[in-house]
């Protein structure tokens, strides 16, 4: 599935999200007014995407930080997420770290990165709001159970729900049972999904020609 397919994977959620909303409000006769939007949040190895079902932001998931030097005016850490990383990342003393190493979360700049990604789409991080993420296959129990204590605990959610990324292309395309290939920025995954039951899956850290053939002998 590649990067597309998973930001369909999050538009399909939010439709279907929204059209509910709007059907049990005709039902009970109220005005249809959302308040709170479903928003979608795909942080990647090498993007980050966010949707709210009107705003969609794309930018680099990094973040850097560095101590400004003697001649700099700043008092404090220099910092930033995305295109400001990159910035900041020309001087030689800047530390560059990523939300995603090898399939798997780093909890703190995953945090940041999804701070900056709702405050791109506008979303007040005062405000619950119900939200759609991802996460590669072969994140751990434990590891998932720690994205979303952070993810709670750092925004005011009304709703949380995590996903396997790859999961996003059977919901797409209205389907409850395929192989699913996933070719990210840094890793490749295969699931293998019946009724929306994950069979099995691996991941791999290098997206491959020849992935594919092994993946499926593999699993």
Known sequence: MTRIDRWRML??????????????????????????????????????????????????????????????DESGIIEGVGEKALEIAEHPNTVKLYPIINGKPQYQVFIKIAEEALKRVGVDLRDPVPLVSGLPYETGKQERKEVEALLRKHLSLSNLSIYPQALGTL?????????????????????????????????????????????????
């Open 171 to 219: 919901f797409d395309l209205d389907l409850k049972s395929g192989t699913v290939i996933n070719i990210g920025h840094a890793t490749t995954e295969l699931l293998i999904i019946e009724k929306l039951n994950i069979l099995g899956g691996i991941s791999e850290p290098l997206a491959r020609a020849r992935f594919a053939r092994k993946s499926i002998d593999d699993v």
């Open 11 to 72: 538009a399909s959620l939010f439709r279907r999200g929204t059209k509910r909303k709007k059907d049990d409000e005709k039902q009970s006769g109220g005005d249809i007014v959302i308040k709170n939007k479903v928003v979608g949040l795909d942080i990647g190895s090498g993007f980050t995407k966010c949707y709210d079902g009107e705003n969609k932001v794309v930018f680099p998931s990094v973040y850097c930080y560095r101590q400004p030097t003697a001649w700099e």
